[in-house]
């Protein structure tokens, strides 16, 4: 598939079938994720691929734990209906780990360490255009708390749970999210 129809046609996908993800696609979809840029080359990501339907049910605990919450402090009424069961149905996740002492000057900035969030951020979207061209759907999901999931994960605390990819075939057409025109979005300043 063409990049540029890989990117137009991805759309976040909520409903997946359990067909499992062949291996070989698997492994190109995470190297396609390692192929993405990071400061100083430092490739500040890990990769957790979960496909064991005990450890997709801690995380959806914790997630739905997390909704809950959200559901309770912010008063968004659209939380309720939100609901997050794909999360024990998809076939396979991949939660992307990020190092914050693989940043680049960042570091030593105000603003701290956020260079290893945008690699890790850009690892995802490889992964997903990858998995669009692979026939499959993909979600980026982050609605967990990062330390808890940590734990969940078994990730050391000095690393952090930057989202959860979610891989397999959709069940039914996605749900077309239109965008805003990129005119409006871009100034030239020439
Ligand atoms: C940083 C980030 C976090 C996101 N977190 C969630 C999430 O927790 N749950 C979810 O269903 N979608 C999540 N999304 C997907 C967005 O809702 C989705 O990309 C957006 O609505 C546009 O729809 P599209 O991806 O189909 O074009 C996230 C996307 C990004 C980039």
Do not use: H
């Not at 990769?47 to 909704?67: D, G, H, L, Q």
């Not at 951020?121 to 026939?135: F, V």
Request: hydrophobic fraction near 45%; aromatic fraction near 10%; charge should be positive.
């Amino acid at each position: 598939m063409d990049l540029f129809t890989a990117i137009k046609e991805r759309r976040s996908c909520r409903s997946f079938l359990s067909d499992p993800i062949e291996e070989a696609t698997l492994g190109k979809i995470i190297e396609a994720g390692t192929w993405a840029p990071s400061p100083m080359n430092a490739q500040p990501w890990e990769f957790i691929v979960v496909t064991s339907p005990e450890m997709k049910e801690k995380v959806y605990a914790e997630a739905e734990r997390c909704r809950q919450w959200a559901l309770r402090t912010s008063g968004w009424s659209w939380l309720d209906k939100y609901q997050i069961e794909f999360l024990k149905d998809v076939p396979t996740f991949i939660a992307v780990i990020g190092d914050p002492k693989k940043s680049g000057v960042d570091m030593f900035l105000e603003d701290g360490s956020v260079g290893y969030q945008y690699a890790c951020a850009a690892a995802a979207q490889n992964m997903m255009l990858a998995a669009q061209a692979l026939g499959l759907g993909s979600l980026w999901f982050t609605l967990f708390d990062r330390k808890k999931m940590g734990e969940v994960l078994g990730v050391i605390p000095e690393k952090k749970v930057l989202s959860i990819v979610c891989l397999g075939k959709p069940s039914g057409a996605v749900a077309p999210v239109g965008r805003k025109p990129a005119a409006e979005k871009t100034t030239f300043l020439k």
